[in-house]
């Protein structure tokens, strides 16, 4: 098993993500894909947290913006049941982001684990999208396996309990695996951001449970 890592600067249009889907077709062993958001929408999240802590209503514009960039990309990269279903998970996760970014409005009180939440989306919306591409790819939800302790803002990985749960998330992973790269879970079931590097940590686990590489995009 391959582990590949893209950052969002690698996900920038359309254009990028067809070209690294028709790389990792020609892989012969089986891969998982460690994915961020797509270029430019961690600062929209970021924003849009403050918005809703700050001001309270007055988000949608930026929310709006949000979707469009999504939706955008689903438009010029999928077709038929692949764009369907995509479409159907990306107005889930946007009806969960907007109704927490209403519960960070209505507290008006930081709430380390509400960002995280928020945060996650973008690189939860962008894997989803990434794995439709693909005729046979699985998506794994990273928070199933990346397990920290419950330090908000700088969290550590509990590694062998990480371990354990990738060795079963991954038992039977078909040939593409797709997976979030910068959120997973505390010890009490929250989700958590994974910072700065989360990319990097989460492919790490994956390399230190199944012993290979990982192949870093440039």
């Known amino acids: 098993m391959k582990v590949f890592k893209f950052k969002g600067a690698m996900l920038a249009d359309a254009a990028a993500l067809s070209d690294i889907k028709n790389k990792l077709n020609k ?14 929408v961690m600062p929209q ?46 107005q889930f996760h946007l009806n969960e982001l907007y109704d927490t970014l209403n519960q960070v409005a209505v507290l008006k ?5 509400l960002k995280d939440y ?5 690189d939860i919306l962008s894997s989803l999208l990434f794995c439709a591409l693909f005729d046979k790819a699985n998506w794994h939800d990273s928070r199933n396996f990346i397990i920290t302790n419950n330090n908000f803002g700088a969290p550590e990985i509990q590694w062998e309990e990480s371990c354990r749960a990738a060795k079963k998330e991954f038992k039977e992973a078909g040939k593409i ?4 790269g910068y959120c997973g879970k505390t010890r009490d079931g929250y989700t958590i951001s994974l910072g700065r590097v989360g990319l990097s940590l989460t492919a790490s686990v994956l390399e230190a449970c199944f012993f290979n590489p990982v192949k870093v995009a440039v």
Do not use: I
Request: hydrophobic residues 35%; aromatic residues 6%; charged residues 30%.
């Open 27 to 40: 892989e012969q062993e089986s891969s998982v894909v460690v994915v961020s958001a797509l270029k430019g």
């Open 45 to 90: 999240l970021r924003s849009l947290y403050s918005q809703a802590l700050q001001k309270g209503q007055g988000f949608e514009e930026e929310f709006k913006a949000l979707k469009d960039k999504h939706l955008q990309m689903a438009e010029k990269l999928l077709s038929g049941q692949k764009k369907k279903e995509y479409l159907e998970a990306l």
């Open 109 to 113: 009180d930081v709430s380390h684990s």
């Open 118 to 122: 928020v945060l996650s989306k973008g």
């Open 177 to 180: 695996s797709v997976v979030p």
